[in-house]
């Protein structure tokens, strides 16, 4: 994909990019206040949601196009560059009509091709020149996100970011929404050159994880942050229990360490040659014990024998796991690398007994 850079005039080019504000635009004097004092603190992009998708009906679904003009006004007297939602076509015409400078697709959105398609189609009709960031899909679905990022692309967009907020989970005991950091990194992967923001209000869904969750987008080398803050938190109509003030916000950026990207990389070119040689001793053992495996296959099929022996695979999994706790290596993954390798020896079992 042929990007153009997203950094905008008097914004740091420096990582992290942030962008700050509330969950949702509430009242006109909550904008401003809460705009005021981050722009004190050197924040130079706002957000606030102005159409808000609830996950229950009955909440609050946000105030609507008034609120544009509310973040009109920030841009006015902060100097602020200023973000919002977009979730339909509406909205982009909207948007673009109040000067809106940066544009997300949410969650809810992106997971839906038909509604990306609306939005990219009005995003082009519409001649909107600023980025558009898209957030992960809420299920983790990589292909989803990558055509969402695509359809925006085919319709001339060509300042595209993404941001990482997470993937939905039954079981929220500690994250509202799973990070799955997997799926980024495999996108970053697939799009090298796409800017990538974390949401760690919305992964954690609480005040206490944005500081690491914060921390380690930046060593996974993410370009920005984008933080829900708020100018009084316990009283915000929607998502209070994830926002902070911009003085606990600019706490925690002060205390973030952001490692450089490009050092000498001498001694740690050394250390990944031996990755690569231990790799490659470590396929040369998983292509010889599957061809063991097919041999005791062979076996099996001559005498008649079933494929799975359980008595045989539990001794394997206790012995292999205890054997790899001694060595330092954890339980957890040693079970699942030997569930994988012993999936694929019964696979290959079976497909000969099948012959
Ligand atoms: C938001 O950014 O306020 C929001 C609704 O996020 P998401 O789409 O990630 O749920
Ligand atoms: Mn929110």
Redesign the pocket.
């Known amino acids: 994909m042929e990007l153009e850079s997203i950094l905008l005039p008097g914004v740091s080019d420096k990582r992290p990019i942030i962008i700050a504000g509330p969950?949702?635009a509430e009242t006109e004097e909550q904008v401003m206040t809460t705009a005021k004092d981050l722009a004190k603190r050197e924040i130079k992009i706002f957000r606030a949601?102005i159409w808000k998708p609830r996950t229950k009906p009955g909440g609050f679904e946000g105030v609507g196009s008034e609120g544009l003009a509310w973040l009109q006004k920030v841009k006015r007297e902060t100097g602020m560059y200023v973000a919002t939602e977009v979730a339909n076509k509406k909205h982009v015409f909207e948007t673009v009509k109040h000067g809106i400078d940066i544009i997300w697709i949410g969650a809810r959105t992106s997971v839906n091709p038909f509604a990306v398609q609306e939005i990219a189609e009005a995003l082009q009709v519409s001649g909107f020149m600023g980025i558009v960031l898209i957030k992960n899909p809420v299920n983790p679905d990589l292909e989803l996100w990558i055509g969402a990022i695509e359809r925006v692309y085919n319709a001339g967009i060509r300042k595209i970011g993404i941001i990482h907020r997470g993937f939905s989970t039954y079981d929220k005991k500690l994250y509202r929404n799973l990070p799955q950091w997997h799926v980024p990194i495999e996108l970053k992967r697939r799009i090298p050159n796409i800017p990538i923001f974390s949401d760690p209000?919305?992964i954690g869904g609480k005040r206490e994880l944005i500081a690491s969750i914060s921390q380690q987008a930046m060593d996974l080398n993410y370009d920005g942050l984008i933080i829900?803050s708020h100018c009084n938190p316990d009283c915000a109509w929607?998502?209070k229990e994830?926002q902070i003030t911009p003085d606990i916000l600019s706490y925690i950026l002060s205390m973030l360490v952001v490692r450089e990207a490009k050092q000498t990389t001498e001694n740690l070119e050394q250390l990944r040659q031996q990755i690569d040689e231990i790799d490659n001793e470590l396929l040369g053992i998983l292509a010889k014990r599957m061809r063991v495996s097919q041999e005791i296959g062979q076996y099996k099929k001559e005498h008649n024998m079933p494929v799975l022996q359980t008595v045989r695979y539990d001794e394997i999994l206790e012995n292999r796991i205890s054997q790899a706790e001694k060595m330092g290596v954890g339980a957890g993954f040693m079970k699942t690398l030997l569930e994988a390798i012993h999936e694929e020896s019964i696979r290959q079992q079976i497909e000969m007994l099948n012959k």
């Open positions: 969950c949702s949601g209000s919305h829900e929607s998502d994830q």
